[in-house]
């Protein structure tokens, strides 16, 4: 016996087929759309990592700090900067109150950023000879300085007293002058304010 299909079986078909179609299309919508995503997130970083090797390699710039020298023998100094891609490079004395021998200036200064093989120029102390100055008690202030800086020394602390001498003369010195005093050395100090 044939069956026959009538019209109505054939719209159940195709409202069936219809149901099938619509529910895989959003699936289908966001599987497309989540690819997309992956592949604009991967083309970043691939641009990103890209970049950072091209800056690197093509410019060859690659940045250190500048170590702290100052302070060290210039045989420790030298094996500091061996530890890095930096190079050292002995520019002369310098009186400081340092000890002798050891790096008293240096350029860069410490945590400068600097690139590859870069020049840490380094002064180291000078030894500080001894000079003996006149004593400066009873002299004025202004031409003492002067002597002072004249002959390597800095003017450290100044306090001033009551008396009966004259302004700005120098009642004491600390170190006495009179003495041998090395080059870098502090003065300090005390002189008349007149009776005021």
Do not use: C, H
Not at 18 to 24: M, R
Not at 136 to 165: H, P
Request: glycine share 6%.
């Amino acid at each position: 016996m044939k069956k026959f299909r009538n019209d109505n079986d054939e719209d159940d078909f195709e409202d069936t087929e219809v149901k099938a179609t619509s529910a895989k299309q959003p699936e289908k919508d966001n599987r497309r759309l989540i690819k997309i995503i992956l592949n604009i997130i991967l083309i970043i970083a691939i641009i990103k990592v890209g970049l950072g090797v091209f800056e690197r390699y093509y410019f060859n710039e690659f940045y250190y700090k500048a170590p702290n020298l100052t302070g060290l023998s210039i045989e420790e100094a030298k094996k500091t900067i061996s530890k890095s891609p930096l190079n050292i490079r002995e520019m002369g004395e310098v009186y400081s109150d340092l000890p002798y021998g050891t790096v008293a200036l240096q350029e860069p200064a410490e945590g400068t950023i600097v690139k590859r093989s870069r020049n840490m120029k380094v002064w180291v102390s000078k030894e500080s000879p001894s000079v003996f100055l006149d004593d400066l008690v009873g002299m004025n202030y202004i031409e003492a300085s002067s002597l002072l800086n004249k002959n390597g020394m800095k003017v450290g602390e100044v306090k001033k007293m009551r008396s009966d001498l004259p302004i700005n003369q120098i009642i004491a010195t600390s170190p006495k002058s009179g003495e041998p005093i090395s080059r870098g050395q502090k003065f300090d100090f005390l002189i008349s304010n007149g009776l005021e």
